[in-house]
């Protein structure tokens, strides 16, 4: 199943759409150049042309990736099914997991931190 992704013109408020993704995602943000976006189903962070929506990379993160931050050199996905985060280091193509403890339900990248609601 795929998804549409419009994009909205700040200025004028008028939407254009980019296409349908080839996936289902769960949430997108935008960092580093790349509008970035969760997988569920294919267990993975994918990054996206900010222009076109074309896929430019994939990384397998395993299962549920949800909710998505950026900060700090990385995309941070809450990883409902793990009780961890994932952090994805842009330069340093590497990937860490740091449990929180309980299931991360959002994320957010405020003032240096990662803020998690946990379950």
Do not use: Q
């Not at 013109?9 to 509008?35: H, K």
């Not at 994939?58 to 793990?82: C, Q, S």
Request: glycine residues 10%; proline residues 5%.
């Amino acid at each position: 199943m795929a998804r549409d992704v419009p994009r909205i013109d700040t200025r004028t408020n008028a939407t254009a759409p980019i296409g349908v993704l080839g996936f289902r995602w769960a949430d997108l943000t935008v960092a580093y150049g790349a509008v970035w976006a969760s997988s569920t189903g294919n267990r993975a962070l994918i990054r996206l042309d900010p222009l076109t929506g074309e896929e430019n990379e994939r990384i397998t993160l395993g299962p549920a990736p949800d909710a998505l931050a950026a900060g700090r050199g990385a995309v941070w996905a809450a990883m409902r099914k793990t009780v961890t985060v994932a952090r994805y280091d842009i330069k340093a193509e590497r990937l860490e997991k740091i449990d929180v403890g309980g299931t991360p339900n959002d994320l957010v990248f405020a003032h240096g931190s990662v803020w998690v609601a946990v379950r």
